[in-house]
């Protein structure tokens, strides 16, 4: 079985309700652009068009569940960053997930919490990777990363008190 | 050698590595704790030139980031501003002319042979041998004159544009690349290898230092020449190819070892194969334009989009999401290095000092690019 389609079931299970369009948190999906799934679940992408095989849209309470089927898949974590969709009043996490064994398949997982309480468990007993980028992405949106052994500034002064990349920053 | 520790906490101190300490790359700072001469834990310590690119790319148009992405990684700038290309060009669906796809693989690759000899340079530099470096900036001189002529500049090039690339390359540049390769090709087997690479004191000091498992590389999300010294072969040329790189006959060098001298292998066979991608770019070149058509003023549709390429160390992404507006969203820089130096308190534990020193400079790091 192709390791895209193989990563679509197992991660499926995770959405029993496929088709449900309860949107997370409230998410109003309308900016994006064609082709992003609007409720919670997994939609397999066009790879030439947007470089990523499967787009997964979850709860925040999920994510370490997704993690989890994607550790045993055998996938690595490449990146996780934030969004401030500041229209919404929402910040969005995105986490990259990519293959080392020579199979092709991306995989983008995104989650949407609210802009007043950004609030995420961690991957990082999952992925060890997680720990830098998951305090790269506290550190410009202020995103809390609940159970994160040491979430502290990493590229910003240990004193700063401010969240650079969200919208409404001016230095 | 890596030496199992029983450790006695009321006897440790903590030992400060950097920021600009001359045995550190750049400005690196790593938090040492250390039980007599052997590593407990080493804490890196990153931000000292952050510069936030990230807001820098939100605040002006697609164009206008473009010189941004050379001052990240310095050492390998042209991957850099072709990895910000493709997933413009993705994003916005512009075409590239063929002569513009060979011109930028010989240039990426002419740069990544530069990479690696100052890489090569600095690494033996930190386990004490000066005389390397003098020969590996000879060599790179050179290429840094070729690729003077072309871009216009020497390091922090700005050379590739949505579309192709802004100059063309004359006969001028493509005698003097092939007549480096011929000299690059005699020097190797002698003032690399033989004098470095059969060197006893060289093999004894990288030699089983600095284990790397599989299993690290995956949880740490590690790549480039790291990943492919601990026997994974994963290199995005070949695994996800870009550009025109499946024209080329070209290996993927990979050894098992894991170790330190692994990645030293890894990284000298690919500037011999480099040397081939380059050779063979030369002689297929087509002819043709080297700009395609792309508006002055680009707005791509709203979306989320990503690409990678292969830079000298390793999986370089782009993120990139728009909102149909003529500046980018977001932009998440993905760079190689930020991932490759986390595995390093982890692999450090228990190594003496000397060791762990040699093992950071087989990561090859470059601090703006994983400060950004």
Redesign the interface.
């Known amino acids: 079985m192709e390791i895209q389609e193989q990563t679509r079931i197992a991660l499926a299970t995770l959405f029993p309700l496929a088709t449900y369009t309860a949107t997370p948190a409230g998410a109003e999906d309308s900016?994006?652009?064609?082709?992003?799934p609007r409720g919670a679940g997994v939609l397999a992408t066009d790879f030439?068009?947007?470089?990523?095989h499967l787009?997964v849209l979850c709860l925040p309470d999920q994510v370490v569940d997704v993690a989890r089927i994607m550790d045993d898949q055998?996938f690595?974590?490449?990146?996780v960053?934030g969004?401030?969709w500041i229209d919404q009043q929402q910040l969005e996490i995105?986490y990259?997930y990519?293959r080392?064994?020579?199979q092709?398949c991306?995989v983008?997982v995104?989650t949407r919490v609210s802009r007043d309480q950004p609030v995420v468990p961690t991957i990082t007993h999952v992925?060890?990777?997680a720990?830098?980028?998951e305090r790269e992405t506290f550190d410009?949106y202020g995103v809390q990363f609940q159970g994160h052994p040491n979430l502290i500034?990493?590229?910003?002064?240990e004193d700063a008190d401010f969240y650079?990349?969200l919208k409404d920053f001016m230095p | 050698m890596t030496v199992p520790i029983h450790l006695r906490h009321d006897e440790t101190f903590v030992l400060n590595l950097g920021p600009q300490h001359p045995a550190t790359h750049g400005v690196l700072r790593v938090k040492l704790t250390m039980d007599g001469e052997y590593v407990v834990k080493a804490e890196p310590v990153l931000g000292y030139i952050h510069r936030m690119h990230e807001k820098m790319a939100e605040a002006g148009t697609f164009a206008q980031f473009m010189p941004n992405t050379a001052r990240m990684d310095y050492l390998h700038a042209l991957a850099f501003n072709h990895g910000y290309c493709l997933v413009v060009e993705r994003a916005a669906g512009i075409e590239v002319p063929e002569r513009a796809e060979y011109i930028r693989v010989i240039t990426v690759e002419l740069n990544r042979i530069a990479s690696h000899l100052l890489w090569w340079a600095a690494f033996l530099l930190d386990l004490g041998g000066f005389t390397p470096l003098l020969y590996a900036f000879d060599d790179r001189e050179k290429i840094i004159d070729l690729l003077e002529r072309v871009t216009g500049s020497r390091l922090t090039y700005c050379y590739m544009r949505f579309g192709g690339v802004y100059n063309d390359i004359d006969d001028e540049f493509i005698t003097g690349t092939r007549a480096f390769i011929k000299r690059l090709r005699s020097r190797l087997p002698s003032y690399y290898h033989d004098l470095v690479t059969h060197n006893i004191i060289l093999i004894k000091r990288i030699k089983e230092i600095g284990i790397i498992t599989p299993e690290q590389c995956r949880r740490y999300g590690a790549t480039g020449p790291v990943v492919r010294g601990s026997g994974i072969s994963y290199d995005i040329r070949k695994n996800e190819p870009y550009s025109v790189y499946p024209e080329f006959d070209f290996d993927i060098p990979v050894f098992d070892e894991c170790d330190s001298m692994a990645r030293y292998m890894v990284r000298m066979q690919e500037i011999e194969q480099s040397l081939r991608i380059v050779e063979q770019a030369l002689d297929k070149l087509p002819d043709g334009p080297v700009m395609g058509k792309a508006p002055k003023m680009l707005k791509p549709p709203a979306g989320y989009f990503y690409s990678a390429v292969e830079t000298a160390r390793g999986s370089l992404g782009h993120r990139l999401i728009c909102d149909g507006g003529k500046n980018p969203y977001k932009l998440k820089l993905r760079s190689p290095t930020f991932s490759n130096l986390s595995l390093f308190g982890e692999v450090a534990e228990g190594m003496m000092l000397a060791d762990a020193l040699a093992f950071m400079g087989s990561l090859d790091l470059v601090i703006p690019e994983i400060d950004r």
Do not use: Y
């Open positions: 900016d994006q652009g064609e082709g992003v030439s068009g947007c470089g990523g787009d055998g690595f974590l490449e990146a960053s969004v401030d995105v990259d990519n080392l064994d020579g092709q991306r983008v995104r992925f060890s990777a720990d830098w980028h410009f500034r990493i590229l910003l002064p650079p990349l």
